[in-house]
């Protein structure tokens, strides 16, 4: 199995919703990553989990919350977000800590919309 | 700050044409530099070059880096229409976890 899996595919929320983005791996990998990429433009990282700890939070405003509740699982909680929030946003997945870490298995993404 | 830039930003070819797209580097401590393909939405891997392996090549894809220049070109001959895709070059520094990304290049095959 060499797939990231990530629900919902879609997305609509307002403003004032809460909502989670999911993901999962079954890879035995132990760094996972949220990537925030918006039309045309590169992924952004946005963090960083190694062996279920946050290891890099690139200054994200704490309206986006990660959480990995185990080896497989990584979950982004989304609460009071804004317009310029929407984007397409990628889970990814790779061996850590020094064997090809840079070899990322990404998911499909989920793509945002915010009102 | 560390930078990828990636050239051309955009490509339109005709089938069976040979391609080569462009990613030069700035970054502290290199360690790899990788290239993806983004069809739609996932970025799948296709190489990685390091100091130990600067050339990798698979079928009609390959890649080479130049640690002087501090550049890599991926080629792709006798271009398909499923090549069409946003071809990305990232770079990894030896401190781990993070990757530097280009812009892109978008690459049209036209049949």
């Known amino acids: 199995d060499t797939e990231v899996t990530q629900t919902p595919k879609h997305l609509v929320m307002g403003m004032t919703n809460k909502k989670s983005l999911k993901c999962e791996q079954h890879?035995?990998?132990?760094?996972m990553y949220w990537y925030k990429q918006k039309a045309k433009k590169p992924p952004e990282l946005m963090f960083v989990y190694s062996y279920e700890k946050l290891s890099i939070n690139e200054s994200v405003p704490s309206r986006f919350s990660p959480e990995c509740p185990n080896s497989s699982l990584l979950n982004l909680h989304l609460h009071a977000l804004q317009p310029e929030d929407s984007a397409l946003y990628l889970c990814?997945?790779?061996?850590?800590?020094?064997?090809?870490?840079?070899?990322?298995?990404f998911g499909s993404g989920t793509q945002l919309s915010v009102l | 700050e560390d930078k990828v830039v990636q050239s051309p930003l955009s490509l339109v070819v005709h089938e069976g044409d040979t391609v080569t797209l462009n990613c030069s580097y700035e970054?502290?401590?290199?360690?790899?530099l990788l290239w993806y393909k983004q069809e739609k939405k996932a970025p799948t891997f296709l190489f990685m070059l390091?100091?130990?392996?600067i050339e990798k090549k698979s079928g009609r894809l390959s890649s080479i880096l130049d640690k002087k220049e501090l550049s890599s070109i991926l080629n792709i001959t006798a271009t398909q229409t499923g090549d069409s895709a946003i071809y990305l070059c990232a770079v990894g520094e030896t401190s781990g976890s993070r990757l530097t990304f280009g812009e892109g290049t978008q690459l049209t095959v036209n049949p």
């Open positions: 390091t100091s130990s392996g």
């Open positions: 990814a997945s790779s061996h850590f800590p020094n064997r090809e870490w840079e070899k990322l298995f």
């Open positions: 890879m035995g990998h132990r760094a």
């Open positions: 970054v502290t401590n290199f360690r790899s």
